[in-house]
């Protein structure tokens, strides 16, 4: 099977934008893992809202996937501080 697709949200995508590249680098590689075999990947869904997130160090990404469809939707980025306010 295909590496999953990922398909960034615009607020995923600036905020994904100002973090320092080694981050980056870090968070981009465990999307690349957690696509390489969706379905069988552990997913942590979040209380109270139809998402999932991933935890990379101190970063959180919060995503929905489609396993069906081989995609992850990226809908935010940020540290575990402030990632869950709004």
């Known amino acids: 099977m295909s590496r999953a697709q990922q398909v960034y949200q615009r607020d995923f995508d ?8 080694e981050l980056r680098k870090r ?3 465990a999307l ?3 696509g390489k075999d969706l379905r069988a990947d552990p997913h942590h869904r979040l209380t109270g809202v139809q998402a999932f997130r991933m935890r ?5 990404v919060i995503y929905d996937f489609d396993a069906a469809k081989n995609e992850i939707q990226l809908l935010a980025v940020g540290h575990r ?3 869950y306010r709004g």
Do not use: H
């Open 27 to 29: 968070l981009q590689d």
């Open 56 to 60: 990379v160090g101190d970063y959180r």
């Open 81 to 83: 501080r402030e990632i």
């Open 14 to 21: 600036a905020d994904f934008l100002r973090l320092p590249p």
């Open 32 to 34: 690349d893992a957690m």
